[in-house]
């Protein structure tokens, strides 16, 4: 994650200068990988015929520990078992060009309250 020196912010999207005091004093920092579910919705369809096989997916809002909010998916779960304030921790999709998507899964032992959706 991207970090400014002088205020200590966490600085998300990454840009050339931090939001919060417009300083460029920037840096990168290694992320534990690791949140809380902030949001969430289950999708039973999609809008390309190629990934209704990765139907139902869940799209959903993760509040990182450093304090940056991401939007991402939720994978290794059933959608019920997933809540508000479930923890999940990081884990990558190895993309067909080699890039890594980061999606999140449940931590272990972690339960949120699925009856906030």
């Not at 931090?18 to 920037?26: E, K, T």
């Not at 579910?37 to 997916?57: I, K, N």
């Amino acid at each position: 994650m991207q970090w400014c020196r002088p205020c200590e912010h966490v600085v998300f999207y990454p840009r050339e200068v931090c939001p919060r005091c417009l300083g460029s004093n920037l840096e990168w920092r290694d992320s534990p990988g690791t949140g809380t579910v902030y949001a969430f919705s289950v999708h039973y369809r999609t809008g390309s015929p190629e990934l209704m096989d990765r139907t139902p997916y869940v799209v959903a809002l993760v509040d990182l520990t450093e304090g940056a909010r991401l939007m991402t998916n939720i994978v290794g779960c059933e959608p019920d078992d997933i809540g508000v304030g479930m923890g999940v921790q990081v884990t990558w999709e190895l993309l067909a060009d080699g890039r890594h998507l980061p999606l999140f899964e449940p931590s272990t032992g972690s339960h949120g309250d699925s009856s906030r959706r």
